[in-house]
């Protein structure tokens, strides 16, 4: 939706590709256009992310109920990803069009966003990583000395979480019920 776009000296842009002073490249993309590589319908995007935004919702009314009750927030979301085959499968065929695009494109490093699941790993030779977002883990990827790292941001009022933490298992009745399976 806003490929290309610019707002004074702020530019969107569909694709950047760098140019490392020690002949390593990376390509930095949304992510969005590997949506076809994964072979979900359109129909099925559009539902899915229709739920993650009530998942969302949700997940702001427990971490409400959970502050009440003096416990730590966590990110309904997060622990559906982990918890979905269906979503793990997604996720693993998105790094897998990433990486080959990567591959066909001659970059050693792919930086995608788009999943919101955010992410530093070395796929068959490619590094590749997930920026993840602002919205469920406050991420963020920063290039230093010619490393890129994942940093995690914790809000003051405890919303983001850090991919370490330990959050609690789905009831696996209440997946059934949903018609989903637990992975």
């Known amino acids: 939706r806003f490929h290309e776009a610019s707002l004074g000296n702020l530019h969107l842009l569909g694709r950047l590709e760098l140019d490392h002073a020690d ?5 930095i993309i949304h992510g969005d256009c590997f949506d076809g590589a994964v072979a979900c319908p359109a129909w099925l995007h559009a539902v899915g992310g229709w739920l993650y935004d009530r998942i969302l919702g949700t997940g702001s009314v427990i971490n409400a109920l959970r ?18 085959s269906m979503a793990q499968r997604y996720i693993e065929r998105f790094r897998g069009a990433a990486v080959d695009a990567a591959r ?22 490619i590094t590749y990583l997930n ?27 405890g919303q983001a979480e850090s991919e370490d933490e330990e959050l609690p298992a789905l009831n696996p009745a209440m997946l059934a019920g949903l018609g989903v399976r637990a992975a």
């Open 131 to 157: 920026s993840g977002d602002w919205v469920e883990h406050c991420t963020a990827l920063e290039f230093d000395d010619g490393e890129w790292s994942l940093h995690w941001h914790q809000l003051s009022d």
């Open 104 to 125: 066909k494109g001659g970059f050693a490093t792919v930086i995608t966003g788009h999943i919101h699941q955010p992410e530093t790993t070395l796929i068959e030779g």
């Open 23 to 27: 002949g390593r490249r990376t390509l």
């Open 67 to 84: 502050r009440c009750c003096g416990r730590p927030p966590v990110s309904l979301a997060t622990m559906i990803k982990k918890n979905l």
